[in-house]
């Protein structure tokens, strides 16, 4: 499933005043970072729709858009994918043992599973 993000960066420059703020929106969440340029600032979660109207407000102020992305934010991989859970590489033995582990288990009778009903 594809998840798409925005990330926008605003920065405020007046008299002797410099702050940024910046919003990405990911998913169900806005995460909300502000401070004085050149610091890391401050971060905060928040909901998308506060984080939208905060933006907006942001725009009334004088803030102006230095940058804004869309991006697609979606995991590159499978998490269920062997190569993420595990990234050591392998050898010959370890390989030969999951083909003769794999070989045993398709040889065990299905019939002799049990099956646990969880309903009761």
């Keep these: 499933m594809r998840t798409m993000a925005r990330k926008v960066y605003l920065e405020y420059r007046e008299g002797t005043s410099s ?12 995460l909300v970072r502000w401070g004085k340029i050149g610091s890391r600032g401050v971060q905060q979660e928040i909901g ?12 009334r102020k004088g803030y102006q858009v230095i940058s804004e992305e869309i ?5 590159a991989v499978e998490i269920d994918d062997p ?13 030969s043992r999951e083909i003769a582990l794999d070989a ?8 002799n599973k049990r099956v646990i009903d969880m309903d009761r």
């Design 19 to 30: 702050k940024f703020w910046s919003v990405t929106i990911d998913g169900r969440v806005a």
């Design 83 to 95: 190569k993420v859970t595990d990234p050591r590489p392998r050898s010959r033995k370890d390989r």
């Design 48 to 59: 998308i729709i506060e984080g939208l109207d905060r933006l907006e407000e942001k725009k």
């Design 104 to 111: 045993k288990m398709a040889r065990v009778p299905r019939k």
């Design 71 to 75: 991006y697609d934010s979606s995991p």
